[in-house]
């Protein structure tokens, strides 16, 4: 898992939101698991999804030119995890490393902790459409060459948690996805959040709630069922579908069962610490709107 820059932990935070941000790698369910693939959600939420990425080290990918098509590198989640027999999605490939979301022609929202600096960038590839989507079928791990990008550039990368990358070019056959810019958030809003737990092929969770927002901080916390990797992955309005944070932070993943073997942790809808996301008011100004650029 990523370690989470010192400066992100800051001694101007109150001590609740402090407690989140200490297990920004944790994640975890609350009530019942709302995890989904792909295939199973609504058409509205898959064409969210399209625009949704996966963040890979370049190590982690091999090109075929002859084929025109790169391989992501894989290990069995249930492997690499320790997870207990029978734990949903144990037999599926884990490789990723975070999550974003596409919101400009070239554009990535993610987390600063996912692309601290430009080092990170230089090493970075943004991969479209690694999840499962058929029934029965397995995850897609070969790509065709165009569905995979390069970090260019970290354009923004600050406290709270969130950063801005720039692609090598603009993205074909994605469209970039719609922010909140006007509506304020509030307690009780129901919100979506598609991405990557435990580096898995994408996942969409719905069924969570924003439990207390923190406008002097930029975060607000919700009980959405998250997992590390997840980190980066946009959080949707469930009923305008429109990006109201970055997922950042939140409890731990997973609980060692007296087995010795890991498995899912587990919270009431309303316990644990919930989950830490960044607002999108703290940074929607450095989001072309692609509204206001049309006006003459």
Not at 49 to 75: C, F, I, M, P, R
Not at 129 to 155: F, L, N
């Amino acid at each position: 898992m990523n370690k989470i820059p010192s400066i992100l932990i800051t001694m101007t935070i109150m001590s609740c939101v402090q407690a989140a941000a200490a297990f920004a790698q944790g994640r975890s369910i609350y009530g019942t698991d709302d995890r989904m693939e792909l295939f199973e959600a609504s058409p509205e939420m898959r064409a969210l999804a399209d625009s949704v990425v996966s963040l890979w080290g370049s190590d982690y990918l091999d090109y075929n030119k002859e084929s025109g098509t790169v391989s992501l590198q894989n290990v069995r989640f249930g492997d690499y995890s320790n997870i207990c027999p029978g734990e949903k999605f144990r037999e599926q490939p884990i490789g990723s490393f975070c999550s974003g979301s596409l919101v400009g022609p070239d554009l990535i929202l993610t987390a600063a902790h996912c692309v601290p600096d430009q080092a990170r960038c230089d090493t970075t590839r943004i991969v479209f459409g690694y999840a499962i989507k058929e029934p029965d079928a397995e995850a897609r791990t070969v790509m065709k060459k165009d569905e995979v990008y390069s970090c260019k550039t970290v354009i923004s990368n600050e406290v709270p948690d969130y950063a801005l990358i720039r692609l090598d070019r603009k993205v074909a056959g994605h469209a970039p996805l719609a922010i909140n810019r006007t509506r304020v958030l509030t307690e009780g809003d129901k919100v979506t959040t598609i991405g990557h737990p435990f580096d898995l092929p994408l996942k969409i969770a719905a069924g969570g709630t924003v439990r207390k927002v923190y406008p002097a901080y930029g975060n607000f916390l919700a009980d959405l069922d998250s997992s590390g990797g997840n980190s980066g992955a946009p959080v949707f309005n469930t009923e305008t579908r429109l990006i109201e944070g970055v997922m950042f932070g939140g409890e731990n993943d997973l609980v060692t069962t007296p087995a010795g073997c890991n498995t899912q942790a587990v919270f009431p809808q309303n316990g644990g610490r919930g989950e830490v996301v960044t607002n999108i008011s703290v940074l929607k100004s450095l989001i072309p709107d692609p509204a206001a650029e049309e006006k003459p």
